[in-house]
């Protein structure tokens, strides 16, 4: 740190402390917001000083925004516009969120991005101050010291966020997992994230995991990020970084991950988490994360940046966003993709729509529907979206055992049967699905029913194919980029593609969706609905909000058969099909995606099926404008909604003379040559 900014921290803590201290030169009400905000930043000051951090730190953090706590806390919009009023409530609200950001930053050394938002609260406090004259100063004003910052920084926090993501610039986490003791679980409290019950769990479980088991999570999730490259037939040494993604507690198998990428030449990054209100203007995101602390506090946060979301901040953040693309395009060039450990088992998320949270305006969903588009062509162009790859891999956390009624299984025994479904043969599925495939590349559409209180009636277009003998239209997945193996999926054709997708139930991104309805014309939405709130204008907003992000009339990406009727059956087996992430769900029926298509910006690479034959349907009428109206032809999304087996009653192929052929009914599979899936159902 240079001495210069640490006479500014010197000053900025001194100043802070006195406030904290029970300063009194802001009027009621807000001198105690002030009082409270400034004594959080006492607390991450003390943290940023030492290298020691231990889980009493870690509670007081945190405290603040805990459920129990947070009904009464100046971080809940509600309970901030009820002590300072409507007008200054939900900005000074979104003041504390943005001083709770610099968390991450203080525990990794980010001294300039910790410093910012300490002299952001120095600077609102003194217009406070200075009005003498009146109880509070214009509101006008306050907004405006908030929105100069966030365009004065925007530069700094952007090349933050490209130099944590997708540089060797800061291999800090790497460097603790590979140095630290892991037989001491103080080391879940360096990174600054909240410690749950279910980070000590897994911790404690992985620690007494044996060799040979600890061995096969993890090389099955490098080799398959090496398998990913090799059947895409990008050149992985032609790459230098890797970026592991994964949850606090998994420092173990994180550790053999690294030696692991380091043996094929990749140097490992580990991102840090980051929920600033700048941070809402992008696509990235992941690094090592934990559960949070409160869902519903960082979803009335969600959309903060309403408060000062323009036409000119968008274009202020892509500017900073390109010459920071520009400032590390060297390394960027050099990044080979992310390499995911996700996690589930919480309980699904349904939030309690707050009245008091900031709502985007109409033009401001347009605006972030554009900037999301303009973000993602940036992010491709940087790192060479043709040729970078990817791989996820999942496994539960202990909360997955913590239910109602108390299920009689044990997290050792729920994770073991994960792992067992995420190391299951490839070669099996690649026979099967090759069958399927082989029925399938006949069809002109695909007709999808569901059963029971499932209401899906679906038409799913399918690409002609040319050339039936060199060609298909569907893909043979099985466990490289997508662990675990097995699903068979497509690009559909748009024009054709038409009707109703439901799900009595389904958990995307972290969020519970209930009685979800998606209705296709011409192969986009039309229309949508969820049974989450008594008001339909709310599900609605839900859906725009997390399947949507605010674009209108988003296209059908994917159409796909999950054929993992183990992971199915396994997940009913232990009751745990309503936490089962999105990655092993899709695997667990046939599923359709909205937003881009599964080839985003790597349509002109030429792929083929294990059988020789070359993947053809990769476009759409969308994608397919890149060529002619490049801002026309991505989303930056793609959400996959999966209708499970028990919910299914037909899935047929029919060809362009009106021969069906049954692929699935009732559940089962009848394809001749796809019966050995219907054993694990059967048992």
Do not use: W
Not at 70 to 94: H, M, Q, W
Not at 229 to 256: C, N, P, Q
Not at 517 to 539: H, I, M
């Amino acid at each position: 740190m240079s001495e210069g900014m640490q006479l500014r921290f010197e000053l900025a803590a001194e100043r802070i402390a006195a406030i904290a201290e029970g300063g009194r030169e802001v009027r009621a009400p807000y001198a105690d917001f002030f009082a409270q905000a400034a004594g959080f930043l006492m607390l991450l000051e003390k943290a940023r000083s030492h290298s020691v951090h231990d889980e009493a730190e870690n509670r007081a953090l945190y405290q603040d925004v805990l459920p129990e706590n947070y009904d009464i806390s100046y971080l809940n919009p509600t309970f901030a516009v009820r002590k300072l009023g409507k007008e200054f409530g939900p900005i000074l609200s979104c003041l504390f969120y943005e001083l709770r950001s610099a968390i991450p930053f203080a525990f990794s050394g980010e001294a300039e991005r910790t410093l910012i938002r300490y002299e952001l609260f120095l600077q609102i406090y003194s217009a406070f101050c200075q009005e003498q004259e009146m109880d509070h100063p214009p509101y006008q004003l306050v907004r405006e010291i908030f929105y100069q910052y966030l365009c004065d920084y925007a530069q700094v926090e952007a090349e933050g966020e490209i130099r944590n993501f997708l540089t060797v610039g800061d291999t800090k986490m790497a460097a603790l997992i590979r140095e630290a003791d892991l037989t001491d679980p103080a080391l879940l409290y360096q990174y600054g994230e909240y410690v749950t019950e279910d980070e000590k769990g897994v911790y404690a479980h992985l620690d007494t995991l044996p060799e040979k088991k600890l061995a096969a999570m993890t090389d099955t999730y490098t080799e398959g990020y090496r398998i990913g490259f090799e059947v895409t037939g990008k050149d992985l040494s032609t790459k230098k970084i890797v970026a592991i993604h994964a949850h606090i507690g998994f420092e173990r198998m994180v550790r053999r991950a690294v030696s692991n990428f380091e043996q094929m030449g990749l140097v490992c990054v580990i991102p840090k988490m980051q929920h600033t209100v700048l941070s809402q203007l992008r696509i990235t995101g992941g690094g090592m994360e934990t559960s949070e602390a409160n869902e519903q506090y960082l979803y009335d946060h969600r959309n903060d940046i309403g408060l000062f979301l323009d036409k000119e901040l968008m274009h202020v953040r892509l500017k900073a966003l390109q010459r920071a693309y520009d400032l590390y395009r060297e390394d960027t060039r050099l990044y080979a993709g992310p390499a995911v450990v996700e996690t589930f088992g919480r309980e699904p998320f349904s939030p309690a729509m707050n009245p008091d949270a900031v709502q985007l305006t109409g033009r401001q969903q347009e605006l972030l529907g554009s900037f999301r588009t303009k973000a993602s062509a940036l992010y491709n162009e940087a790192v060479i979206g043709s040729q970078r790859s990817f791989t996820i891999i999942s496994f539960p956390l202990p909360s997955i055992c913590r239910r109602e009624g108390g299920e009689p299984f044990t997290y050792e025994e729920i994770f073991d049967a994960i792992l067992r479904i995420n190391t299951l043969d490839y070669k099996t599925y690649q026979r099967i699905q090759q069958t399927l495939i082989d029925a399938l590349n006949r069809a002109d559409y695909v007709h999808v029913k569901g059963c029971g209180r499932n209401r899906t009636d679906l038409k799913v277009k399918l690409y002609e194919l040319r050339d039936p003998e060199k060609e298909t239209i569907f893909e043979n997945c099985v466990a490289d980029v997508n662990i675990p193996v097995g699903e068979v999926f497509t690009s559909p054709v748009l024009e054709g593609t038409e009707g109703v997708l439901h799900v009595v139930s389904v958990y995307l991104e972290g969020m519970k969706f209930d009685d979800l309805s998606l209705t296709f014309k011409d192969g986009r939405v039309v229309d949508y609905a969820c049974g989450n709130f008594t008001d339909p204008q709310e599900g609605r907003k839900y859906i725009e909000e997390n399947i949507l992000f605010h674009h209108t009339n988003l296209p059908m990406g994917e159409c796909a058969i999950g054929t993992n009727t183990t992971a199915y059956a396994e997940s009913r087996r232990y009751h745990i099909e309503d936490r089962l992430t999105i990655l092993i769900a899709e695997k667990t029926g046939p599923h359709f995606a909205v937003g881009d298509t599964c080839y985003s910006h790597e349509e002109d690479n030429r792929v083929f099926n294990p059988d020789g034959k070359e993947i053809v349907a990769k476009d759409n009428s969308c994608s397919i404008l890149r060529k002619t109206d490049p801002g026309k032809a991505y989303f930056g999304s793609h959400m996959d909604i999966t209708i499970p087996y028990d919910e299914l009653g037909s899935y047929d192929a029919v060809t362009r003379d009106g021969e069906i052929i049954p692929i699935i009914r009732d559940g089962r599979f009848v394809l001749p040559g796809t019966e050995e899936l219907n054993h694990a159902l059967d048992n």
